[in-house]
């Protein structure tokens, strides 16, 4: 004779609910989910925090990588000027603030002089660049628009000679790199970096 299931109530009696195993496991893979997209909104928040200083630094490095290219192609300043200082050329070492291009109209040389606004302020914190945005009316132009220093800001550029593949240093060729650091509260420092090699002609 088969043995029989009982059936109470319509329910059967064999049925049993989750072990402690795997709700434990279904535990820690919904956290797992729920990390990773914590972890998201983190990345998305820092992105956002930073994204108008990465612009202005982007824009400040590019801004100097192509006034260099413009003052070979006009022969504003020799070749030989597209150095750094110690090497015999025009261009200040390390870390600068971000001054206004002086008489030699370069940024980043000993004749950089203290900013001003396009209403010809001038700019706080020693003169480094600054921009001017609209206050809380949320225009440009009013009385209460706020000047915003980039005296956080610093540019390096750096100039180095370029090697031939026999080893002998190419005379008509130099490799440029300009990084702008800047720093933010409460934000580790960050950086934007670029590199291009300039050649005696154009």
């Given at each position: 004779?088969?043995?029989?299931?009982?059936?109470?109530?319509?329910?059967?009696?064999?049925?049993?609910?989750?072990?402690?195993?795997?709700?434990?496991i279904a535990m820690v893979v919904m956290t797992v989910g729920l990390l990773a997209v914590i972890a998201t909104f983190a990345t998305a928040i820092a992105a956002t925090e930073t994204a108008q200083e990465n612009l202005i630094a982007r824009h400040k490095a590019l801004d100097a990588l192509e006034s260099i290219y413009t003052a070979r192609n006009s022969q504003q300043i020799p070749f030989a000027a597209i150095n750094n200082v110690a090497s015999g050329g025009s261009f200040l070492s390390g870390p600068?603030?971000?001054?206004?291009?002086?008489?030699?109209?370069?940024?980043?040389?000993?004749?950089?002089?203290?900013?001003?606004?396009?209403?010809?302020?001038?700019?706080?914190?020693?003169?480094?660049?600054?921009?001017?945005?609209?206050?809380?009316?949320?225009?440009?132009?009013?009385?209460?628009?706020?000047i915003q220093s980039l005296?956080?800001?610093?540019?390096?550029?750096?100039?180095?000679?370029?090697?031939?593949?026999?080893?002998?240093?190419?005379?008509?060729?130099?490799?440029?790199?300009?990084?702008?650091s800047y720093t933010k509260t409460g934000w580790p420092a960050q950086?934007?970096?670029?590199?291009?090699?300039?050649?005696?002609?154009?």
């Open positions: 004779m088969k043995p029989t299931k009982r059936i109470v109530g319509g329910k059967d009696r064999a049925q049993r609910g989750f072990s402690l195993i795997e709700v434990m600068q603030p971000l001054l206004c291009a002086g008489p030699d109209g370069l940024v980043g040389t000993t004749d950089d002089v203290p900013c001003t606004t396009t209403a010809g302020a001038a700019c706080p914190n020693g003169g480094a660049e600054c921009l001017v945005l609209p206050g809380p009316d949320g225009v440009l132009g009013t009385a209460d628009d706020e005296a956080n800001f610093t540019r390096t550029i750096s100039i180095n000679q370029v090697l031939q593949p026999n080893g002998t240093v190419n005379q008509n060729l130099v490799a440029i790199s300009i990084t702008v950086s934007y970096t670029t590199n291009a090699l300039i050649s005696a002609y154009h």
